[in-house]
């Protein structure tokens, strides 16, 4: 029963456990004019990161079985997720970062989708999706801020071409 619910949620807990993964490795690796600021930011994400990855686990394993969850899926999932990643964007870990951000988003619309339409949602489950959901917003908005043209960030890599920065950004959120 419920394989729709435990392959979405399987597949949202290793985008979710991605998230984690390149936050803090980008936290470590992040450099530059803003590094303290970025390096703070990214620390915040993958706090962040680790409280949903926990509930998503734990409510995986409470709405399906223990079974629902295998450490070397999980491992493939997480690295073919990270793979994708570094793929689309390159080594920057701020881009790397908005990227997985963006992933997680999409993927998060797709599980509440599908697990509905088979109705498979319960109102817990809509509940932590809506509520993981608006964190992961929250965390996008920071990054777009932390990015955008006008920021240390986005002035110091484009010197006076604001419209540069705004292409880069515009190809990020495709
Ligand atoms: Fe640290």
């Known amino acids: 029963m419920g394989k729709t619910r435990e392959l979405e949620l399987q597949n949202l807990l290793s985008v979710a456990q991605a998230s984690y993964l390149v936050y803090q490795v ?13 390096h703070l ?42 793979n994708q990643v570094v793929k689309q964007v ?3 870990p701020m881009k790397q970062s908005m990227k997985i951000t963006q ?6 619309q797709d599980a509440y989708k599908n697990i509905k339409s088979d109705d498979q949602m319960t109102l817990g489950l809509d509940d932590l ?3 993981i959901s608006n964190t992961v917003e929250t965390n996008m908005y920071l990054l777009k801020q932390a990015t ?15 419209r540069n920065a705004a292409q880069i950004k515009r190809r990020l959120m495709r």
Do not use: C, F
């Open 129 to 131: 999706v809506m509520s």
């Open 41 to 82: 930011l990214l620390q915040r994400l993958y706090e962040s990161a680790q409280d949903y990855v926990d509930q998503l686990g734990e409510r995986l394993v409470g709405l399906e079985s223990s079974g629902a969850i295998d450490v070397g899926k999980q491992a493939s999932g997480i690295a073919l997720v990270v």
């Open 26 to 38: 980008s936290h470590w690796k992040v450099k530059g004019d803003d590094y303290y600021g970025d």
């Open 103 to 108: 992933e997680l988003l999409a993927e998060l």
């Open 148 to 162: 955008a043209p006008g920021s240390r960030h986005g002035a110091k890599k484009n010197p006076g071409t604001r």
């Open 90 to 92: 390159g080594e920057d």
